[in-house]
């Protein structure tokens, strides 16, 4: 959910060229949050991507209303992670980079080697965190991983915490001192107007543009795109990597 309306509103507010990509090989549903099907797809274009061109690139590409263009996941056949040559996954994200201005990643909530893949070649990567001990207990050892594993400066992780709710007993401060995080971020809980954008197909920024949990899910992207506070202007978010979330 988070992937596809940050893709949505970087297309349409901060008027970017967007690609939004899904690598969930398996139970990969992005487009369908569009309303869409692809016939064609990441494991697809995988299979021939040392011969995919500009041309060739649009056979597996879906274009939303908005401009915004989705490589969707088909799910025809069973596909493991150990089936897909990483070599293959950083081909296919070169060409799809060389495409578009903000390419935005989705991944499952596992570590191999075909989100490794992705995420080491990530400018940020998001971390969605929801307010409880065990999913911050599962988040400090991602962050652990990624940082003295595959590389990644606490300035390219962004944690976000999603459903905010006030009220919780691990409030926002105490997941950024937990986690040690450099930039936090928090996203409204609003499970009506998702819900709603789930059922119709449709992004959040059409659907209400006003509710706190599609401003919320705006600032991200601007700050994304543009840099936090304490970053240069124009570092660009090229990736965007979901852990957790709806």
């Given at each position: 959910m988070l992937a596809c309306n940050l893709a949505h509103m970087m297309q349409v507010v901060s008027e970017e060229d967007v690609l939004l990509m899904d690598m969930d090989t398996q139970f990969?549903?992005?487009a369908q949050y569009l309303n869409m099907k692809p016939e064609n797809g990441v494991i697809e274009a995988l299979r021939v991507v040392d011969e995919l061109d500009v041309t060739a690139l649009n056979a597996y590409l879906l274009r939303h209303e908005s401009g915004l263009r989705i490589m969707g996941a088909t799910l025809h056949e069973l596909c493991l992670p150990s089936q897909i040559?990483?070599?293959r996954i950083r081909m296919l994200?070169?060409?799809l980079l060389k495409n578009c201005s903000q390419l935005v990643v989705d991944v499952p909530r596992v570590i191999d080697q075909s989100t490794a893949s992705v995420l080491t070649q990530a400018s940020q990567v998001v971390?969605?965190?929801q307010q409880d001990y065990i999913n911050i207990q599962d988040a400090a050892h991602l962050l652990q991983l990624l940082q003295q594993e595959m590389?990644?400066?606490d300035s390219q992780i962004v944690v976000a915490v999603n459903r905010i709710q006030k009220s919780a007993q691990i409030s926002v401060d105490d997941i950024q001192k937990a986690l040690n995080a450099k930039h936090i971020v928090s996203i409204a809980n609003d499970y009506k107007h998702v819900l709603e954008s789930l059922n119709k197909g449709e992004?959040?920024?059409?659907?209400?543009?006003r509710a706190a949990i599609t401003r919320s899910i705006q600032s991200l992207q601007?700050?994304?795109i543009h840099g936090f506070p304490d970053q240069k202007k124009g570092f660009l978010a090229r990736m965007f990597s979901t852990m957790t979330g709806e």
């Open positions: 990969g549903a992005l040559p990483e070599d994200l070169d060409i971390v969605v965190v590389g990644l400066m992004p959040l920024y059409e659907i209400t543009r601007e700050k994304l």
